[in-house]
């Protein structure tokens, strides 16, 4: 089995920043696709970003690029998601999410989740 634990929420002002990290722990991590999701209030849980192990896939929802970076450190079992210039569109509870296989963009296809973390971003 794999644990993941998100850490790095918090309230932040429109225009502000926030780095994510995720630890996970478990099972042999290698080839493992890790993501980063999240779920506002009344609305359900929305892909962000995923990386592949190598760190050479890695996709965004159209919301956040050019905002929001994935990162990874394989020596570590971390992922990252650096979040610049928030807007109060962001705020929510970020998951992340691991798999084996490609990367891809639906809840679904991951198979082991993080407890989450709160972004909240005033204006």
């Known amino acids: 089995q794999v644990q993941l634990v998100e850490s790095g929420g918090g309230l932040v002002q429109a225009g502000g920043s926030l780095k994510l990290s995720c630890a996970a722990s478990?099972?042999?991590?290698?080839?493992?696709?890790m993501g980063w999701f999240r779920q506002a209030p009344g609305k359900e849980r929305e892909f962000v970003a995923g990386?592949?192990?190598?760190?050479?896939?890695?996709y965004y929802t159209d919301s956040v690029k050019g905002r929001f970076t994935i990162s990874r450190d394989n020596a570590k079992n971390t992922v990252y998601l650096q979040m610049n210039s928030l807007k109060p569109e962001d705020t929510a509870v970020y998951y992340c999410?691991?798999?084996?296989?490609?990367?891809?963009?639906?809840?679904?296809?991951?198979?082991?989740w993080g407890q989450g973390t709160q972004v909240t971003v005033s204006s």
């Open positions: 999410a691991l798999r084996f296989g490609a990367v891809v963009t639906t809840t679904a296809q991951y198979n082991y």
């Open positions: 478990g099972r042999t991590l290698s080839n493992s696709v």
């Open positions: 990386i592949s192990w190598s760190g050479r896939t890695i």
